[in-house]
């Protein structure tokens, strides 16, 4: 049965947060202030927080950065991944993946479609691994970032989690890299 194992040993990791935008502000990153309030409620630290515009380049080199940060286990991204012509999330993280992990977006729709209907088709969340560290592109919305992290990466990310978490997984991602 799937479910956290008390027995087992958490082991915090390094979140590095990333809202994509032209719009917002530290003052008023909403959905990166819940990202980051809900990974240290669960006992992760926040090793780096910060806003790019909705540009390409711009994601592409802070993913580059903290992929090579080795304080940075894992990277958060809110924004950008809609269907407009702004949003280019995704195929910024999809020049710096070496793996991708189709189920996170897979498994983001399903559940949003839950809350939100077809809406969620407009929904590119994306995943991989790029170096030995995860990357995930969540929705800018609020609520896309509370569901993201409570119904899929609040158990990935925690060690006790079983059958298996990504956590468990990190110390063999560079197996085979040069």
Same mark, same amino acid.
């Given at each position: 049965?799937?479910?956290?194992?008390?027995?087992?040993?958490?082991?915090?990791?390094?979140?590095?947060?990333? /809202?994509?935008? *032209?719009?917002?502000? +530290? =003052?008023?990153?909403?959905?990166? #202030?819940?990202?980051?309030?809900?990974?240290? @409620?669960?006992?992760?630290?926040?090793?780096?927080?910060?806003?790019?515009?909705?540009?390409?380049?711009?994601?592409?080199?802070?993913?580059?950065?903290?992929?090579?940060?080795?304080?940075?286990?894992?990277?958060?991204?809110?924004?950008?991944?809609?269907? /407009?012509?702004? *949003?280019?999330?995704? +195929? =910024?993280?999809?020049?710096?993946? #070496?793996?991708?992990?189709?189920?996170?977006? @897979?498994?983001?729709?399903?559940?949003?479609?839950?809350?939100?209907?077809?809406?969620?088709?407009?929904?590119?969340?994306?995943?991989?691994?790029?170096?030995?560290?995860?990357?995930?592109?969540?929705?800018?919305?609020?609520?896309?970032?509370?569901?993201?992290?409570?119904?899929?990466?609040?158990?990935?990310?925690?060690?006790?989690?079983?059958?298996?978490?990504?956590?468990?997984?990190?110390?063999?991602?560079?197996?085979?890299?040069?």
């Amino acid at each position: 049965m799937a479910g956290i194992k008390e027995n087992r040993t958490f082991h915090p990791v390094n979140i590095a947060l990333l /809202t994509v935008s *032209d719009t917002r502000t +530290e =003052a008023d990153d909403k959905s990166g #202030d819940i990202l980051a309030e809900l990974a240290v @409620e669960a006992g992760h630290k926040i090793a780096a927080r910060t806003i790019v515009t909705d540009e390409q380049k711009q994601i592409i080199a802070q993913l580059k950065d903290w992929i090579a940060d080795p304080g940075v286990d894992v990277v958060i991204a809110t924004g950008g991944t809609g269907v /407009t012509g702004r *949003d280019v999330t995704p +195929e =910024a993280f999809a020049q710096v993946y #070496d793996k991708d992990i189709p189920g996170f977006g @897979e498994l983001f729709r399903m559940l949003s479609y839950e809350k939100i209907g077809t809406s969620t088709m407009q929904s590119r969340a994306t995943g991989g691994v790029a170096s030995g560290t995860y990357l995930f592109a969540l929705p800018g919305s609020p609520g896309a970032c509370r569901d993201g992290w409570e119904d899929i990466l609040r158990w990935q990310l925690d060690s006790r989690y079983r059958p298996c978490n990504l956590v468990d997984l990190m110390p063999r991602l560079q197996e085979h890299e040069d």
